[in-house]
């Protein structure tokens, strides 16, 4: 692969390189979701949830290579997943700074922790294994979002 192919590569993958950060790489990547979140907040619902797919499917394609490159399993460097697992946990979330916060602070204990089945999901190889349990901890970061959205409300 040549140096160029190789620089994209760790660039998505290291999310921005974000992932490079030397203390706290995947908040430092959840940081880069929590921007692109703002960018991406007035989109209609349909094409929000394409994005959060094509960067889940780049995502995971671009940690595959960089597991390759690095090798490394599920480098600390690699924060696409992150990127990919807080636009999940924002979706159709009230874009109040009150969610985006609570959103961060749930989407990263969610993460860390891994409540089940999501600690089994970093089983699988390649790319699918970096991405699918920050997928899921921006799910369950979600469900809670849109649960105290609707009694907020009340």
Known sequence: MNRAARNIILFIS???YAG???VAPGTAGT?????LYLGMKGLPPGHYLAVCVLVTLVGMWAAGHTEIMLGRTDSPSIVIDEIAGFLIAMFMVPPRWFFIVSGFLLFRVFDIIKPWPLRRLEELHGGPGVMLDDVGAGVYTNIVL???ALLISR
């Open 14 to 16: 290291q999310g921005a």
């Open 20 to 22: 490079r950060a030397p």
């Open 31 to 35: 940081v880069v979701g929590v921007f």
């Open 146 to 148: 849109q649960i105290v």
